[in-house]
């Protein structure tokens, strides 16, 4: 297939262009309808940059009503939005393990094993799509899948509803941020709002962008330097270190078939849009907080960042990476790991 046929407008740029240290592949960008809406989800307070990277800060604070993040808050935690009333959003997106349950597979209700890793919920504002295959634009969209995947969450919006106005608090609550009776758009917008809320600014390589040069060490910054010279920063950057285009997983060799045949699941992109240039398409997931999301990729398979990075240095790059390389790429990502109320995570 040629590259013209992937896309309308083809988008190429050698990554020497972005300031890199060295050629790597060409690779296919973002087109500018897809840069448009690679625009984060959230109200900020900037974070400015000192320096001119392609990576940038996560804002240290949030512009968002604080009645809406504590109602959504425990909503979040709720676990009477599932159908037998034991799972909450909390349960695969635990704050407490990066925002994330550390499974390969979530498990829902009743023990269902769902068919991909759940991403962090940590930083999820920045994302310009929700779900690995950016079914959803939005947080408030995002909510209606776990809630009616019977591998889930297992429920519907009625039961859901009645089972909050049974609860004279939520009652009460509801209608003092947005009037009389409860609807789906106001539990979604809530919960969408709590998330919104859930960064994690502070890194030490965020400390490094605004002007501390000691936040990192010399093998942290060479991993760095490796990082761009590599070409991962061209998939890998904005505020989240990803989370702002759909690239294809198996770009220079075919990870599918070595891993031993595809999933449903692992068709990505091409289950929303049926379009073959989306075929194994995903949304480049954010690698803020990396260091303790494992296991990694949408199907679970890498259990340590040394894994995945060498997974991803040759189906994504076409490079066998010595080992030294591969740990001083681990170095640098590891400074990406921030703070959470005031507490690394």
């Given at each position: ?12 740029l ?34 400015v ?5 392609p ?35 909390a ?11 550390q ?23 920045f ?8 079914r ?23 039961d ?10 939520y009652a ?12 789906p ?22 400390k ?7 936040a ?23 505020v989240s ?21 595809p ?14 240039p ?14 303790r ?48 109320d005031?507490?690394?995570?």
């Amino acid at each position: 297939m040629s590259l013209s046929s992937r896309r309308p407008i083809l988008y190429l740029l050698a990554l020497t262009s972005v300031g890199l240290l060295g050629l790597a592949p060409w690779i296919l960008l973002p087109s500018p309808a897809e840069r448009r809406m690679a625009v984060p989800d959230v109200k900020t307070s900037k974070g400015v940059s000192t320096i001119n990277e392609p990576i940038y800060p996560i804002p240290r604070q949030m512009e968002l009503d604080a009645r809406k993040v504590a109602l959504g808050k425990r909503l979040f935690h709720e676990t009477r939005l599932s159908g037998d009333n034991s799972t909450a959003c909390a349960s695969c997106h635990d704050l407490g393990k990066a925002g994330t349950d550390q499974l390969p597979r979530s498990i829902g209700i009743d023990g269902r094993l769902g068919t991909v890793n759940a991403p962090t919920v940590f930083n999820s504002g920045f994302n310009f799509k929700q779900f690995w295959d950016g079914r959803a634009d939005t947080l408030e969209a995002q909510i209606d899948g776990p809630i009616h995947n019977p591998r889930e969450m297992g429920s519907n919006w009625p039961d859901i509803l009645r089972k909050l106005e049974q609860d004279p608090g939520y009652a009460a609550t509801f209608a003092s941020l947005y009037g009389r009776g409860i609807r789906p758009d106001h539990v979604k917008d809530a919960i969408a709002t709590f998330e919104r809320s859930l960064i994690t600014p502070n890194s030490r390589f965020d400390k490094f962008l605004r002007g501390d040069g000691a936040a990192i060490t010399a093998e942290e910054r060479e991993g760095y330097l490796l990082f761009k010279s590599l070409g991962c920063v061209a998939c890998h950057q904005g505020v989240s270190v990803g989370g702002n285009m759909f690239q294809t997983f198996g770009v220079m060799a075919d990870y599918f078939a070595d891993r031993g045949g595809p999933t449903a699941a692992d068709l990505g992109r091409f289950n929303v849009t049926g379009q073959e240039p989306d075929r194994y398409r995903f949304k480049v997931p954010s690698l803020r907080n990396v260091d303790r999301t494992a296991p990694y990729f949408h199907d679970g398979s890498a259990t340590t960042l040394e894994q995945a990075v060498t997974v991803m240095a040759r189906y994504q790059l076409g490079r066998t990476l010595a080992r030294a390389d591969v740990d001083r790429v681990v170095k640098f990502l590891r400074t990406l790991t921030g703070e959470y109320d005031g507490r690394s995570l």
